[in-house]
């Protein structure tokens, strides 16, 4: 590429990640080579099973695995043109990016609000903007305003996860890894909280980086996915090809050319079966 051609590159790429392995204790090789990038403005969804190596991912991005041992030990990153390997998270907050982690992690013992205010830690921009954020964040999650003084202890899992959404958009992040945000929700409720995110990235310009077991609303939301297994990209592409494709389908939307349907699905007509019996 000529000199022009690698700017512009980076201009329109916010997240490169090329060829990462990571080892867990020294010795458990998760990722085994893993390549993605994510376009300036874009959704990318990151799909894979059980195990697959998803989070391991997006903590290596936003250098959250040495708390658990782990260690990306090939590979580079750049993020918003800059090498990020052995920036701290708290650094990568600072210049806008940052992980909402899988499962929630909202402080229980904290009001909604006082969760919301957290996320503002890293700012050093004044109390009237980050009052101001505050407000965004409501108009965009009615709910939470509603809810601002409870306890998020107490809140139901869709709050919970709208509040650890809330707490990152507090950082005026340029972009955002997503962990799982439908994880053990009702459908109707993932539905909004993708509408929100989809909101968020047009009107916000906020690129998002989705990790998702749900390939089906993940598909239908991101512009482009990457299909992980054990560790190892296995697939990529327009998320419009990715949902036609035949063995998406069979493996990971559940259904197949022919009628076949995915063992999950197999399970679940089973155990309706029997309860209708
Ligand atoms: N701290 C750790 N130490 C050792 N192995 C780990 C650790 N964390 C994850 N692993 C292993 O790394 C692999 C990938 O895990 P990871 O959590 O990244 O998968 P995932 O795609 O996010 O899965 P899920 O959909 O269940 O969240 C798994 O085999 C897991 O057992
Ligand atoms: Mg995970």
């Not at 991912?57 to 800059?82: H, Q």
């Not at 006082?114 to 700012?123: D, P």
Request: aromatic residues 6%; contains cysteine.
């Amino acid at each position: 590429m000529t000199d022009a051609a690698l700017a512009k590159n980076e201009a329109e790429t916010i997240l490169s990640v090329s060829n990462i392995e990571v080892i867990y204790n020294h010795v458990i090789l998760v990722l085994k080579g893993v390549s993605l990038s994510v376009p300036r403005g874009g959704i990318v969804a990151l799909l894979g099973a059980n195990g697959a190596g998803k989070t391991t991912t997006l903590k290596a991005i936003s250098n959250l695995l040495r708390a658990e041992r782990g260690e990306v030990t090939k590979g580079s990153i750049e993020f918003d043109g800059e090498r990020i390997e052995s920036s701290s998270p708290s650094d990568l907050v600072r210049r806008g990016c940052i992980q909402v982690m899988e499962g929630r992690h909202c402080f229980g013992h904290l009001t909604i609000e006082e969760n919301l205010m957290t996320g503002a830690f890293t700012r050093r921009d004044g109390a009237a903007n980050v009052r101001r954020d505050l407000e965004m964040v409501y108009d965009y999650f009615p709910r939470l305003k509603e809810r601002r003084g409870s306890m998020a202890g107490y809140t139901s899992g869709g709050e919970q996860q709208m509040t650890a959404i809330g707490r990152a958009l507090m950082s005026r992040p340029k972009m955002v890894l997503l962990d799982e945000p439908s994880m053990g929700l009702a459908p109707q409720l993932v539905e909004e909280i993708f509408e929100i995110v989809k909101k968020l990235n047009e009107e916000q310009g906020v690129s998002l980086l989705l990790a998702e077991q749900n390939t089906n609303i993940a598909l239908r939301y991101a512009k482009y996915g990457y299909i992980l297994e054990s560790g190892r990209v296995v697939m990529d592409g327009e998320a419009k090809s990715l949902r036609e494709n035949e063995d998406v389908k069979e493996f990971y939307l559940g259904i197949g050319g022919e009628g076949r349907r995915s063992f999950k699905n197999v399970k679940h007509y089973k155990r309706r079966k029997r309860w209708l019996a």
